[in-house]
């Protein structure tokens, strides 16, 4: 069945229609905000849950990459995580970005930045990247997104990424492999519930 709207519009339809979750991050229960028109509302998706649980504690500082992050679980667990990092929450979906500032506001983490792609500066770059990348944008798109983010890696710095093992996994590992400049090597960290994790590790 085909939603009315795609979570990856930028400016989703339909009233808005808020709902509380409660949700387990980052060692902590907590109670959340999320909303239709987003990218599963109603719960930490599996894919989230499968990368959250096999990346390692982020870095303690630096600029921190949640790309396509929806509601914010990653950008929530890595600012938790990480407190004095600066976590750059990116998404299309406007509506996902509010949701992602309201819920940092109520856990009292103010190193969240929930922007759009085109603000964030060009010339940062990051310590880890975490992403639940939307597949279901198109090939295209999801590459195109790959390789405008995962060079921004600081040198031994690591990216990770979870995608259905149904959904491309495995070709989408052989093309990052092919298709990230020289000095990045792509790993298959984890497999879980039918998801694989990917390290992309800048040398």
């Known amino acids: 069945m085909v939603p009315p709207e795609h979570y990856f519009s930028a400016s989703p339809g339909g009233d808005l229609v808020l709902r509380r979750i409660s949700v387990h991050l980052a060692g902590r229960d907590l109670e959340l905000t999320t909303s239709?028109?987003?990218?599963?509302?109603?719960?930490?998706?599996?894919?989230t849950q499968v990368l959250l649980g096999n990346v390692p504690t982020p870095p303690p500082g630096g600029h921190l990459l949640d790309l396509g992050c929806g509601w914010g679980p990653i950008a929530l667990t890595l600012a938790i995580e990480s407190p004095h990092s600066t976590v750059w929450a990116v998404d299309v979906n406007q509506r996902a970005l509010d949701l992602?500032?309201?819920?940092?506001?109520?856990?009292?983490?103010?190193?969240?930045?929930?922007?759009?792609?085109?603000?964030?500066?060009?010339?940062?770059?990051?310590?880890?990247?975490?992403?639940?990348?939307?597949?279901?944008?198109?090939k295209n798109e999801l590459h195109g997104m790959l390789l405008h983010w995962l060079p921004r890696l600081e040198p031994e710095a690591d990216a990770w990424i979870v995608v259905q093992r149904n959904l491309g996994s495995d070709s989408l590992h052989r093309w990052l492999q092919a298709e990230l400049p020289e000095g990045f090597a792509v790993t298959r960290a984890a497999t879980s519930k039918g998801f694989r994790v990917l390290r992309v590790r800048h040398r």
């Open 36 to 47: 239709n028109g987003i990218f599963s509302p109603e719960r930490v998706d599996v894919g």
């Open 100 to 138: 992602v500032r309201h819920n940092a506001a109520a856990l009292g983490l103010h190193n969240v930045n929930a922007v759009t792609p085109d603000d964030v500066p060009a010339d940062i770059s990051f310590m880890t990247v975490w992403s639940n990348p939307p597949i279901r944008v198109g």
